[in-house]
Nanobody
Framework: QVQLVESGGGLVQAGGSLRLACAAS????????MGWFRQTPGKEREFLAA????????FYADFVKGRFTISRDIAKNTVYLQMDNLKPEDTGVYLC??????????????????WGKGTLVTVSS
């Protein structure tokens, strides 16, 4: 059974940092893109960042460039999202996802292969 399990969310003050983790299990993700999304009330789910499992090439939404960094640890089967200089508008549920198609993992197309259940990030002002 494939699972993506997020962790690392919590309450942080504006300007602070958090590192989220997504533990992947149940299959090999060698040819997958691993992505992070954010869901906030009243807004559509937003693509944040993606990384290729094999080569570690990273891709970002423009509005997180310079503040968020995606990485992966192949030995631990884990993908990370380092978030710095957090703002109250970053508050939301952060979800991990995996797909072999970049257009899907970046949110352009539907049909994601796998989703995690999310971890809540709350940024106080």
């Amino acid at each position: 059974q494939v699972q993506l399990v997020e962790s690392g969310g919590g309450l942080v003050q504006a300007g602070g940092s958090l590192r989220l983790a997504c533990a992947a299990s149940g299959r090999t993700f060698s040819y997958y893109y691993m992505g992070w999304f954010r869901q906030t009330p009243g807004k559509e789910r937003e693509f944040l960042a993606a990384i290729t499992w094999n080569s570690g090439n990273a891709f970002y939404a423009d509005f997180v460039k310079g503040r968020f960094t995606i990485s992966r640890d192949i030995a631990k089967n884990t993908v990370y999202l380092q978030m710095d200089n957090l703002k109250p508008e970053d508050t939301g549920v952060y979800l991990c996802a995996a797909d072999m198609n970049y257009l899907v993992v970046s949110g352009v197309r539907d049909g994601m292969d796998y989703w995690g259940k999310g971890t809540l990030v709350t940024v106080s002002s």
